[in-house]
Protein backbone atom coordinates (compact mmCIF):
# COMPACT_ATOMS: atom_id res chain seq x y z
CA UNK A 1 0.00 0.00 0.00
CA UNK A 2 1.69 3.37 -0.72
CA UNK A 3 1.73 6.45 1.60
CA UNK A 4 -1.28 8.34 0.77
CA UNK A 5 -3.21 5.29 0.05
CA UNK A 6 -2.36 4.79 3.72
CA UNK A 7 -3.41 7.81 5.06
CA UNK A 8 -6.52 7.58 3.51
CA UNK A 9 -6.66 4.13 5.56
CA UNK A 10 -5.90 5.56 8.91
CA UNK A 11 -8.36 8.20 8.44
CA UNK A 12 -11.39 5.70 7.54
CA UNK A 13 -10.19 3.72 10.53
CA UNK A 14 -11.95 5.26 12.98
CA UNK A 15 -15.26 5.42 11.24
CA UNK A 16 -14.99 1.68 10.75
CA UNK A 17 -14.40 1.07 14.37
CA UNK A 18 -17.46 3.02 15.35
CA UNK A 19 -19.98 1.22 12.88
CA UNK A 20 -18.16 -2.15 14.25
CA UNK A 21 -18.86 -0.70 18.05
CA UNK A 22 -22.14 0.09 17.47
CA UNK A 23 -23.65 -3.34 15.87
CA UNK A 24 -21.30 -5.02 18.30
CA UNK A 25 -23.28 -3.00 21.30
CA UNK A 26 -26.68 -4.06 19.33
CA UNK A 27 -26.28 -7.84 19.74
CA UNK A 28 -24.50 -7.80 23.34
CA UNK A 29 -27.87 -5.89 23.87
CA UNK A 30 -29.88 -9.02 22.33
CA UNK A 31 -27.84 -11.35 24.38
CA UNK A 32 -28.17 -9.94 27.31
CA UNK A 33 -30.07 -10.86 30.88
CA UNK A 34 -32.51 -8.97 31.93
CA UNK A 35 -31.36 -5.59 33.81
CA UNK A 36 -30.75 -5.40 37.20
CA UNK A 37 -30.28 -1.55 36.99
CA UNK A 38 -33.74 0.72 37.53
CA UNK A 39 -31.74 3.78 36.08
CA UNK A 40 -30.67 2.06 33.22
CA UNK A 41 -31.90 4.55 30.62
CA UNK A 42 -30.08 7.67 33.15
CA UNK A 43 -27.42 9.68 31.10
CA UNK A 44 -24.21 9.89 31.70
CA UNK A 45 -23.93 12.85 33.72
CA UNK A 46 -26.39 11.86 36.04
CA UNK A 47 -24.97 8.61 36.83
CA UNK A 48 -21.66 10.63 37.17
CA UNK A 49 -23.29 12.82 39.70
CA UNK A 50 -25.63 9.51 41.67
CA UNK A 51 -21.68 7.72 41.94
CA UNK A 52 -20.18 10.61 43.59
CA UNK A 53 -23.36 11.79 45.69
CA UNK A 54 -22.87 11.45 49.63
CA UNK A 55 -26.16 10.79 50.29
CA UNK A 56 -26.43 7.25 48.63
CA UNK A 57 -29.33 5.44 47.09
CA UNK A 58 -30.93 2.85 48.74
CA UNK A 59 -28.55 -0.34 46.65
CA UNK A 60 -25.67 1.49 47.95
CA UNK A 61 -24.52 -1.96 49.01
CA UNK A 62 -24.60 -3.10 45.30
CA UNK A 63 -22.56 0.25 44.36
CA UNK A 64 -19.75 -0.40 46.49
CA UNK A 65 -16.00 -0.40 45.86
CA UNK A 66 -14.06 -2.95 46.68
CA UNK A 67 -10.33 -2.97 48.10
CA UNK A 68 -7.55 -5.34 47.26
CA UNK A 69 -7.54 -8.28 49.38
CA UNK A 70 -3.95 -7.42 50.69
CA UNK A 71 -4.81 -4.32 51.77
CA UNK A 72 -6.46 -4.38 55.23
CA UNK A 73 -8.68 -1.71 56.52
CA UNK A 74 -10.36 -1.21 59.75
CA UNK A 75 -13.65 -3.79 60.13
CA UNK A 76 -16.17 -1.23 59.69
CA UNK A 77 -15.53 -0.50 56.27
CA UNK A 78 -17.33 -3.70 55.16
CA UNK A 79 -20.50 -1.92 56.07
CA UNK A 80 -19.54 1.63 54.49
CA UNK A 81 -19.74 2.42 50.86
CA UNK A 82 -17.32 3.91 48.55
CA UNK A 83 -17.63 7.45 49.31
CA UNK A 84 -17.70 6.69 52.81
CA UNK A 85 -14.27 5.11 52.96
CA UNK A 86 -12.34 7.47 50.90
CA UNK A 87 -14.32 10.50 53.70
CA UNK A 88 -12.01 8.75 56.51
CA UNK A 89 -8.81 8.25 53.88
CA UNK A 90 -7.55 12.04 55.33
CA UNK A 91 -4.24 12.62 54.09
CA UNK A 92 -2.62 11.74 57.37
CA UNK A 93 -4.96 7.97 57.16
CA UNK A 94 -3.16 7.86 53.23
CA UNK A 95 0.28 7.97 54.60
CA UNK A 96 -0.52 5.73 57.66
CA UNK A 97 -1.91 3.29 54.78
CA UNK A 98 1.33 3.54 53.15
CA UNK A 99 3.49 3.10 56.07
CA UNK A 100 2.31 -0.33 56.37
CA UNK A 101 3.81 -1.84 52.98
CA UNK A 102 6.53 1.25 52.35
CA UNK A 103 9.22 1.87 54.59
CA UNK A 104 10.50 5.88 54.63
CA UNK A 105 10.11 7.91 51.93
CA UNK A 106 7.90 10.55 53.67
CA UNK A 107 7.91 13.45 50.91
CA UNK A 108 6.50 11.02 47.98
CA UNK A 109 3.88 9.80 50.53
CA UNK A 110 2.78 13.04 51.37
CA UNK A 111 2.43 14.53 47.73
CA UNK A 112 0.32 11.32 46.95
CA UNK A 113 -1.98 11.38 50.05
CA UNK A 114 -2.65 15.30 48.90
CA UNK A 115 -3.46 14.40 44.93
CA UNK A 116 -5.76 11.78 46.22
CA UNK A 117 -7.66 13.72 48.48
CA UNK A 118 -7.74 16.59 46.40
CA UNK A 119 -9.53 14.09 43.79
CA UNK A 120 -11.68 13.38 46.31
CA UNK A 121 -12.46 17.28 47.63
CA UNK A 122 -12.99 18.11 43.70
CA UNK A 123 -16.15 16.16 43.42
CA UNK A 124 -17.53 18.19 46.34
CA UNK A 125 -17.05 21.41 44.35
CA UNK A 126 -19.38 23.46 42.60
CA UNK A 127 -19.93 21.35 39.11
CA UNK A 128 -19.17 24.97 37.14
CA UNK A 129 -15.87 25.00 39.23
CA UNK A 130 -15.46 21.05 39.46
CA UNK A 131 -14.35 21.11 35.88
CA UNK A 132 -11.86 23.68 36.08
CA UNK A 133 -10.05 22.09 38.52
CA UNK A 134 -6.78 19.84 37.25
CA UNK A 135 -5.61 16.76 39.01
CA UNK A 136 -2.22 17.43 40.69
CA UNK A 137 0.14 15.40 38.52
CA UNK A 138 3.33 14.15 39.90
CA UNK A 139 6.83 13.27 38.99
CA UNK A 140 8.51 10.51 41.37
CA UNK A 141 12.26 11.09 40.52
CA UNK A 142 14.81 8.67 42.42
CA UNK A 143 17.10 5.36 41.32
CA UNK A 144 15.30 2.14 40.84
CA UNK A 145 14.18 0.04 43.56
CA UNK A 146 13.45 2.91 45.86
CA UNK A 147 9.73 2.55 46.05
CA UNK A 148 7.98 4.74 42.95
CA UNK A 149 5.93 1.68 41.24
CA UNK A 150 5.04 0.03 44.30
CA UNK A 151 3.76 4.45 46.14
CA UNK A 152 1.64 4.25 42.95
CA UNK A 153 0.05 0.90 43.20
CA UNK A 154 -0.45 1.00 46.91
CA UNK A 155 -2.49 4.23 46.57
CA UNK A 156 -4.56 2.74 43.63
CA UNK A 157 -5.29 -0.33 45.82
CA UNK A 158 -6.14 1.82 48.80
CA UNK A 159 -8.61 4.11 46.54
CA UNK A 160 -10.12 1.19 44.69
CA UNK A 161 -9.41 2.97 41.58
CA UNK A 162 -8.45 1.75 38.02
CA UNK A 163 -4.72 1.52 38.04
CA UNK A 164 -2.45 0.67 34.83
CA UNK A 165 1.35 0.82 34.88
CA UNK A 166 3.29 1.36 31.16
CA UNK A 167 6.55 2.00 30.36
CA UNK A 168 7.14 5.20 27.96
CA UNK A 169 10.17 3.82 26.12
CA UNK A 170 7.58 1.32 24.17
CA UNK A 171 5.43 4.06 22.68
CA UNK A 172 6.59 5.82 19.31
CA UNK A 173 4.85 8.93 17.47
CA UNK A 174 1.30 8.10 15.97
CA UNK A 175 1.58 7.30 12.23
CA UNK A 176 4.70 5.23 13.04
CA UNK A 177 5.32 1.37 13.38
CA UNK A 178 4.39 0.96 17.34
CA UNK A 179 2.14 1.44 20.33
CA UNK A 180 0.96 5.07 20.38
CA UNK A 181 0.34 6.62 23.73
CA UNK A 182 -3.29 6.59 23.48
CA UNK A 183 -3.43 2.56 24.05
CA UNK A 184 -2.40 3.50 27.89
CA UNK A 185 -5.84 5.01 28.12
CA UNK A 186 -7.76 2.11 26.29
CA UNK A 187 -5.84 -0.10 28.43
CA UNK A 188 -6.88 1.47 31.47
CA UNK A 189 -9.98 1.57 30.41
CA UNK A 190 -9.98 -2.19 30.31
CA UNK A 191 -9.15 -2.35 33.82
CA UNK A 192 -12.00 -0.57 34.83
CA UNK A 193 -14.70 -2.85 33.09
CA UNK A 194 -13.05 -5.68 34.60
CA UNK A 195 -12.70 -4.00 38.16
CA UNK A 196 -16.80 -3.10 37.75
CA UNK A 197 -17.53 -6.40 36.03
CA UNK A 198 -15.79 -8.28 39.30
CA UNK A 199 -17.94 -6.50 41.78
CA UNK A 200 -21.28 -7.58 39.97
CA UNK A 201 -19.91 -10.52 39.93
CA UNK A 202 -19.74 -11.13 43.58
CA UNK A 203 -23.28 -9.62 43.84
CA UNK A 204 -24.52 -12.15 41.57
CA UNK A 205 -22.34 -14.83 42.87
CA UNK A 206 -25.11 -16.21 45.21
CA UNK A 207 -27.89 -16.28 42.20
CA UNK A 208 -25.25 -17.59 39.64
CA UNK A 209 -24.61 -20.81 42.15
CA UNK A 210 -28.24 -21.58 42.60
CA UNK A 211 -29.30 -21.64 39.24
CA UNK A 212 -26.20 -23.33 38.24
CA UNK A 213 -27.39 -25.97 40.50
CA UNK A 214 -30.20 -26.66 39.02
CA UNK A 215 -28.65 -27.20 35.48
CA UNK A 216 -26.38 -29.15 36.39
CA UNK A 217 -29.30 -31.57 38.45
CA UNK A 218 -30.93 -31.51 35.29
CA UNK A 219 -27.66 -32.68 33.26
CA UNK A 220 -27.39 -35.46 36.25
CA UNK A 221 -31.10 -36.04 36.31
CA UNK A 222 -32.93 -35.82 32.70
CA UNK A 223 -36.41 -35.80 32.31
CA UNK A 224 -37.36 -38.93 30.92
CA UNK A 225 -38.96 -38.76 27.51
CA UNK A 226 -42.68 -38.87 27.38
CA UNK A 227 -44.11 -42.40 26.16
CA UNK A 228 -47.32 -44.18 25.56
CA UNK A 229 -48.74 -44.22 29.41
CA UNK A 230 -46.31 -42.09 30.87
CA UNK A 231 -46.37 -38.73 30.42
CA UNK A 232 -43.81 -36.33 32.12
CA UNK A 233 -42.90 -33.64 29.64
CA UNK A 234 -45.70 -31.15 28.40
CA UNK A 235 -49.55 -31.47 28.11
CA UNK A 236 -49.78 -34.43 25.30
CA UNK A 237 -52.25 -33.71 22.25
CA UNK A 238 -56.25 -34.49 22.57
CA UNK A 239 -55.45 -37.20 19.86
CA UNK A 240 -52.70 -39.36 22.56
CA UNK A 241 -55.81 -39.86 24.50
CA UNK A 242 -57.51 -41.98 22.69
CA UNK A 243 -57.69 -45.78 23.44
CA UNK A 244 -55.98 -44.77 27.11
CA UNK A 245 -58.31 -46.56 30.34
CA UNK A 246 -59.86 -43.80 32.31
CA UNK A 247 -60.55 -44.38 36.02
CA UNK A 248 -63.61 -43.39 37.92
CA UNK A 249 -63.36 -41.98 41.43
CA UNK A 250 -66.58 -41.61 42.55
CA UNK A 251 -67.38 -39.15 45.71
CA UNK A 252 -70.22 -37.17 47.59
CA UNK A 253 -70.57 -35.06 44.65
CA UNK A 254 -70.91 -37.79 42.06
CA UNK A 255 -68.43 -39.53 39.47
CA UNK A 256 -64.72 -37.71 38.07
CA UNK A 257 -63.21 -39.22 35.22
CA UNK A 258 -59.32 -39.09 35.16
CA UNK A 259 -56.75 -40.21 33.16
CA UNK A 260 -54.59 -43.67 34.45
CA UNK A 261 -51.82 -42.08 33.18
CA UNK A 262 -51.66 -39.52 35.17
CA UNK A 263 -51.50 -41.33 38.37
CA UNK A 264 -49.04 -43.17 37.56
CA UNK A 265 -46.93 -39.73 36.72
CA UNK A 266 -47.55 -38.41 40.09
CA UNK A 267 -45.54 -41.46 40.96
CA UNK A 268 -42.49 -41.23 39.08
CA UNK A 269 -42.24 -37.38 39.10
CA UNK A 270 -42.32 -38.01 43.39
CA UNK A 271 -39.94 -40.44 42.64
CA UNK A 272 -38.06 -38.44 40.56
CA UNK A 273 -38.08 -35.30 42.84
CA UNK A 274 -36.57 -37.48 45.79
CA UNK A 275 -33.41 -38.60 43.44
CA UNK A 276 -33.18 -35.29 43.01
CA UNK A 277 -32.89 -33.90 46.38
CA UNK A 278 -30.20 -36.92 46.69
CA UNK A 279 -28.41 -35.80 44.12
CA UNK A 280 -28.43 -32.00 45.32
CA UNK A 281 -27.09 -33.55 48.41
CA UNK A 282 -24.40 -35.23 47.13
CA UNK A 283 -23.24 -32.37 44.79
CA UNK A 284 -23.55 -30.04 47.51
CA UNK A 285 -20.66 -32.32 49.21
CA UNK A 286 -18.72 -32.48 46.07
CA UNK A 287 -19.05 -36.20 46.02
CA UNK A 288 -20.11 -35.97 42.50
CA UNK A 289 -17.29 -33.63 40.87
CA UNK A 290 -15.33 -36.76 38.73
CA UNK A 291 -18.83 -37.68 37.29
CA UNK A 292 -19.11 -36.22 33.75
CA UNK A 293 -22.30 -34.57 31.94
CA UNK A 294 -22.58 -33.27 28.91
CA UNK A 295 -23.40 -29.69 28.03
CA UNK A 296 -23.71 -27.53 25.41
CA UNK A 297 -21.15 -24.48 25.08
CA UNK A 298 -20.71 -21.62 22.82
CA UNK A 299 -17.89 -20.89 20.93
CA UNK A 300 -15.87 -18.05 20.07
CA UNK A 301 -15.79 -17.76 15.75
CA UNK A 302 -12.84 -17.33 14.54
CA UNK A 303 -10.97 -14.85 12.08
CA UNK A 304 -7.85 -16.78 11.17
CA UNK A 305 -7.04 -16.02 7.53
CA UNK A 306 -9.35 -12.91 7.01
CA UNK A 307 -7.94 -9.88 5.74
CA UNK A 308 -8.16 -7.06 8.23
CA UNK A 309 -7.12 -3.35 7.21
CA UNK A 310 -3.92 -3.39 9.61
CA UNK A 311 -0.47 -1.84 8.98
CA UNK A 312 0.98 0.37 10.39
CA UNK A 313 0.61 4.10 11.24
CA UNK A 314 -0.34 3.45 15.17
CA UNK A 315 -2.65 0.90 14.01
CA UNK A 316 -1.02 -1.67 16.53
CA UNK A 317 -3.18 -0.52 19.65
CA UNK A 318 -6.26 -1.21 17.70
CA UNK A 319 -5.70 -4.01 16.52
CA UNK A 320 -7.22 -6.19 19.36
CA UNK A 321 -10.29 -4.01 19.72
CA UNK A 322 -11.19 -4.43 15.97
CA UNK A 323 -10.59 -8.49 16.48
CA UNK A 324 -13.18 -7.82 19.40
CA UNK A 325 -15.77 -5.95 17.62
CA UNK A 326 -15.58 -8.40 14.69
CA UNK A 327 -15.99 -11.66 16.72
CA UNK A 328 -18.95 -9.96 18.51
CA UNK A 329 -20.61 -9.40 15.05
CA UNK A 330 -20.66 -13.08 14.17
CA UNK A 331 -22.74 -15.10 14.72
CA UNK A 332 -21.74 -17.67 17.80
CA UNK A 333 -22.24 -21.15 17.13
CA UNK A 334 -22.93 -24.19 19.48
CA UNK A 335 -20.82 -27.20 20.40
CA UNK A 336 -21.71 -30.02 22.75
CA UNK A 337 -19.39 -31.61 25.09
CA UNK A 338 -18.61 -34.27 27.73
CA UNK A 339 -16.69 -33.02 30.72
CA UNK A 340 -16.48 -33.12 34.03
CA UNK A 341 -19.01 -31.47 36.94
CA UNK A 342 -16.58 -29.58 38.11
CA UNK A 343 -15.28 -28.30 34.97
CA UNK A 344 -19.09 -27.81 34.00
CA UNK A 345 -19.89 -25.73 37.04
CA UNK A 346 -17.31 -23.66 35.67
CA UNK A 347 -18.52 -22.76 32.66
CA UNK A 348 -22.44 -22.35 33.54
CA UNK A 349 -21.45 -20.32 36.65
CA UNK A 350 -19.58 -17.78 33.74
CA UNK A 351 -22.80 -18.58 32.01
CA UNK A 352 -25.44 -17.34 34.64
CA UNK A 353 -22.83 -14.39 35.34
CA UNK A 354 -22.87 -12.76 32.07
CA UNK A 355 -26.75 -13.53 31.84
CA UNK A 356 -27.26 -11.68 35.52
CA UNK A 357 -24.83 -9.08 34.37
CA UNK A 358 -26.09 -6.16 32.22
CA UNK A 359 -22.88 -4.91 31.05
CA UNK A 360 -23.91 -1.69 29.57
CA UNK A 361 -24.67 -0.58 32.99
CA UNK A 362 -21.15 -1.66 33.62
CA UNK A 363 -19.39 -0.19 30.76
CA UNK A 364 -21.17 3.22 31.85
CA UNK A 365 -19.90 2.49 35.66
CA UNK A 366 -16.43 1.86 34.56
CA UNK A 367 -16.19 4.85 31.93
CA UNK A 368 -16.75 7.10 35.10
CA UNK A 369 -14.49 5.37 36.74
CA UNK A 370 -11.95 5.74 34.34
CA UNK A 371 -12.51 9.38 33.79
CA UNK A 372 -12.64 10.59 37.50
CA UNK A 373 -10.63 8.39 39.42
CA UNK A 374 -7.90 6.61 36.79
CA UNK A 375 -4.62 6.51 37.48
CA UNK A 376 -1.72 5.60 34.93
CA UNK A 377 1.66 5.26 36.31
CA UNK A 378 4.25 6.45 33.31
CA UNK A 379 7.40 4.64 34.31
CA UNK A 380 11.16 5.66 32.43
CA UNK A 381 9.52 8.86 31.69
CA UNK A 382 13.32 9.78 31.46
CA UNK A 383 13.86 7.23 28.75
CA UNK A 384 12.07 9.48 26.31
CA UNK A 385 13.75 12.56 27.63
CA UNK A 386 17.16 14.02 26.49
CA UNK A 387 19.36 13.75 23.76
CA UNK A 388 17.84 12.35 20.37
CA UNK A 389 17.69 8.46 19.73
CA UNK A 390 18.82 8.74 16.07
CA UNK A 391 21.45 10.71 13.71
CA UNK A 392 19.36 11.44 11.07
CA UNK A 393 18.07 15.25 10.59
CA UNK A 394 14.27 14.00 10.60
CA UNK A 395 12.07 13.68 13.74
CA UNK A 396 12.95 11.42 16.55
CA UNK A 397 9.78 9.33 16.71
CA UNK A 398 10.45 7.68 19.90
CA UNK A 399 11.42 10.54 22.55
CA UNK A 400 10.57 14.48 21.92
CA UNK A 401 8.06 12.80 19.33
CA UNK A 402 6.41 10.70 22.24
CA UNK A 403 6.43 13.85 24.49
CA UNK A 404 4.44 15.87 21.86
CA UNK A 405 1.77 13.09 21.71
CA UNK A 406 1.70 12.35 25.36
CA UNK A 407 1.18 16.20 26.20
CA UNK A 408 -2.46 16.04 24.61
CA UNK A 409 -3.15 13.16 26.78
CA UNK A 410 -2.13 14.41 30.11
CA UNK A 411 -3.44 17.98 29.51
CA UNK A 412 -6.89 16.47 28.72
CA UNK A 413 -8.61 14.82 25.62
CA UNK A 414 -11.05 12.52 24.05
CA UNK A 415 -9.60 8.99 23.43
CA UNK A 416 -11.74 6.71 21.06
CA UNK A 417 -12.30 3.11 22.93
CA UNK A 418 -14.00 -0.25 21.94
CA UNK A 419 -16.39 1.03 24.58
CA UNK A 420 -17.21 4.68 23.28
CA UNK A 421 -15.75 8.16 23.63
CA UNK A 422 -13.62 8.85 27.22
CA UNK A 423 -11.97 12.14 28.52
CA UNK A 424 -8.23 11.96 30.00
CA UNK A 425 -8.87 15.48 31.55
CA UNK A 426 -9.19 14.53 35.13
CA UNK A 427 -7.40 11.32 35.14
CA UNK A 428 -3.98 11.34 37.62
CA UNK A 429 -0.70 10.50 35.73
CA UNK A 430 2.27 9.50 37.86
CA UNK A 431 5.31 9.96 36.51
CA UNK A 432 8.89 7.97 37.60
CA UNK A 433 12.05 7.74 36.27
CA UNK A 434 15.92 7.82 37.63
CA UNK A 435 17.15 11.20 35.68
CA UNK A 436 20.49 9.51 36.11
CA UNK A 437 21.52 11.10 32.49
CA UNK A 438 18.81 13.86 31.77
CA UNK A 439 16.77 16.15 33.99
CA UNK A 440 13.31 16.48 34.77
CA UNK A 441 14.20 20.72 32.34
CA UNK A 442 15.14 18.19 29.33
CA UNK A 443 11.18 17.59 29.09
CA UNK A 444 9.63 19.80 26.68
CA UNK A 445 8.44 23.06 28.48
CA UNK A 446 4.93 22.38 28.01
CA UNK A 447 5.06 18.57 29.55
CA UNK A 448 6.85 20.07 32.60
CA UNK A 449 3.97 22.09 32.91
CA UNK A 450 1.36 19.19 33.16
CA UNK A 451 3.60 17.57 36.21
CA UNK A 452 3.57 20.37 38.39
CA UNK A 453 4.45 18.68 41.62
CA UNK A 454 8.06 16.70 41.66
CA UNK A 455 9.15 14.44 44.97
CA UNK A 456 12.62 13.21 44.94
CA UNK A 457 12.67 9.59 46.34
CA UNK A 458 16.04 8.89 48.58
CA UNK A 459 18.46 5.85 47.83
CA UNK A 460 18.01 3.07 50.22
CA UNK A 461 21.12 2.22 52.60
CA UNK A 462 21.42 -0.74 55.26
CA UNK A 463 19.12 0.94 58.07
CA UNK A 464 16.65 1.12 55.82
CA UNK A 465 16.98 -2.44 54.50
CA UNK A 466 17.03 -3.45 58.40
CA UNK A 467 13.10 -1.94 58.62
CA UNK A 468 12.22 -3.41 55.24
CA UNK A 469 12.79 -6.64 56.19
CA UNK A 470 10.85 -6.70 59.13
CA UNK A 471 8.15 -3.30 59.36
CA UNK A 472 6.00 -4.15 56.04
CA UNK A 473 3.41 -6.28 56.39
CA UNK A 474 4.30 -7.92 53.35
CA UNK A 475 7.79 -8.07 54.43
CA UNK A 476 10.07 -10.82 52.62
CA UNK A 477 11.21 -12.39 56.24
CA UNK A 478 7.45 -12.89 56.97
CA UNK A 479 6.71 -14.09 53.52
CA UNK A 480 9.97 -16.89 53.20
CA UNK A 481 8.47 -17.50 56.86
CA UNK A 482 5.01 -18.62 55.67
CA UNK A 483 6.48 -20.51 52.41
CA UNK A 484 9.02 -22.85 55.10
CA UNK A 485 5.66 -23.33 57.11
CA UNK A 486 3.74 -25.09 54.34
CA UNK A 487 6.47 -27.57 54.83
CA UNK A 488 6.00 -28.26 58.69
CA UNK A 489 9.44 -26.23 59.42
CA UNK A 490 9.45 -23.17 61.17
CA UNK A 491 12.15 -20.55 59.83
CA UNK A 492 12.97 -17.93 62.27
CA UNK A 493 15.12 -14.96 61.78
CA UNK A 494 17.73 -13.39 64.55
CA UNK A 495 17.87 -9.61 64.76
CA UNK A 496 21.40 -10.15 64.33
CA UNK A 497 20.93 -12.54 61.01
CA UNK A 498 18.70 -9.77 59.68
CA UNK A 499 21.25 -6.93 59.79
CA UNK A 500 23.52 -9.31 58.39
CA UNK A 501 21.41 -9.90 55.02
CA UNK A 502 20.40 -5.65 55.33
CA UNK A 503 24.54 -5.05 55.57
CA UNK A 504 25.45 -7.62 52.49
CA UNK A 505 22.69 -6.12 50.08
CA UNK A 506 24.31 -2.57 50.96
CA UNK A 507 27.67 -3.59 50.03
CA UNK A 508 26.30 -5.64 46.51
CA UNK A 509 24.75 -2.00 45.62
CA UNK A 510 27.98 0.07 46.52
CA UNK A 511 30.22 -2.42 44.21
CA UNK A 512 27.66 -3.39 41.49
CA UNK A 513 24.29 -1.56 40.27
CA UNK A 514 22.32 0.03 42.52
CA UNK A 515 19.36 -1.74 42.44
CA UNK A 516 17.73 -1.01 45.67
CA UNK A 517 15.54 -3.12 47.50
CA UNK A 518 15.22 -5.57 45.10
CA UNK A 519 18.25 -6.73 45.82
CA UNK A 520 17.11 -7.79 49.56
CA UNK A 521 14.78 -10.12 47.00
CA UNK A 522 18.06 -12.21 45.29
CA UNK A 523 20.28 -11.98 48.67
CA UNK A 524 17.67 -14.23 50.72
CA UNK A 525 16.69 -16.53 47.41
CA UNK A 526 20.50 -17.53 47.42
CA UNK A 527 20.69 -17.47 51.44
CA UNK A 528 17.92 -19.93 51.55
CA UNK A 529 18.10 -22.00 48.41
CA UNK A 530 19.73 -25.29 50.35
CA UNK A 531 16.71 -25.24 52.73
CA UNK A 532 14.21 -24.77 50.17
CA UNK A 533 15.63 -27.59 47.77
CA UNK A 534 16.27 -29.85 50.99
CA UNK A 535 12.62 -29.28 52.30
CA UNK A 536 10.11 -31.88 52.89
CA UNK A 537 13.32 -34.45 52.07
CA UNK A 538 15.60 -33.11 55.14
CA UNK A 539 15.15 -34.02 58.26
CA UNK A 540 14.73 -29.74 59.52
CA UNK A 541 11.99 -28.94 61.50
CA UNK A 542 13.67 -25.74 62.66
CA UNK A 543 16.11 -23.21 61.07
CA UNK A 544 17.81 -20.55 62.45
CA UNK A 545 19.12 -17.59 60.29
CA UNK A 546 21.33 -15.92 62.83
CA UNK A 547 24.49 -13.71 61.55
CA UNK A 548 26.89 -17.57 61.56
CA UNK A 549 24.01 -19.05 59.03
CA UNK A 550 24.19 -15.70 56.62
CA UNK A 551 28.01 -15.56 56.39
CA UNK A 552 28.45 -18.91 56.27
CA UNK A 553 26.01 -19.44 52.74
CA UNK A 554 26.57 -15.95 51.48
CA UNK A 555 30.39 -14.66 52.40
CA UNK A 556 32.14 -16.89 49.71
CA UNK A 557 30.00 -15.09 46.90
CA UNK A 558 30.14 -11.79 47.95
CA UNK A 559 33.53 -11.75 48.58
CA UNK A 560 34.00 -13.57 44.96
CA UNK A 561 33.77 -10.92 42.66
CA UNK A 562 33.21 -13.53 39.48
CA UNK A 563 30.48 -15.14 41.66
CA UNK A 564 28.74 -12.45 42.83
CA UNK A 565 28.49 -10.67 39.44
CA UNK A 566 26.36 -13.68 38.35
CA UNK A 567 24.76 -14.96 41.28
CA UNK A 568 23.86 -11.77 43.17
Known amino acids: MSWPSARVAHTRWPLLVRCLHIQSCRRRRQCAGPSRSPVRSASIRTRRSRFWSWNRVENSSEQRLSVSADTETPDERQDESHEEWLDQLTPRQIVAELDKYIVGQDEAKKSVAIALRNRWRRQRVEEELREEILPNNLILIGPTGVGKTEIARRLARLAGAPFVKVEASKYTEVGYVGRDVESMIRDLVDVAVNMVRAEREDDVEELADERT ?3 LLNLLLPKPAPGPSVNV ?3 APPEADEGRPHVFVVGAEGAEARDAGAVVDEGIEARRERTREKLRTLLKDGKLEEREVEIEVSQTPSIEGMVLPMGGGGMEGMDHNFTEMLQ ?3 PKRKKRRTVSVAEARRILVQDEMDRLIDMDEVVNEALIRAEDTGIVFLDEIDKIVGERSGSGPGPDVSREGVQRDILPIVEGSTVQTKYGLVRTDHMLFVAAGAFHVAKPADMIPELQGRFPIRVELKSLGEE ?14 HQYTALVETEGATLEFTEEGIAEVARLAA ?4 QM ?7 LQTVLTTLLESVLYGLPEDDLRKILVDRDFVRDNLSAIVDDADLRRYIL
Open 213 to 215: AER
Open 507 to 510: VLND
Open 513 to 519: ENIGARR
Open 233 to 235: GPA
Open 464 to 477: DFVRILQEPKNALV
Open 328 to 330: DML
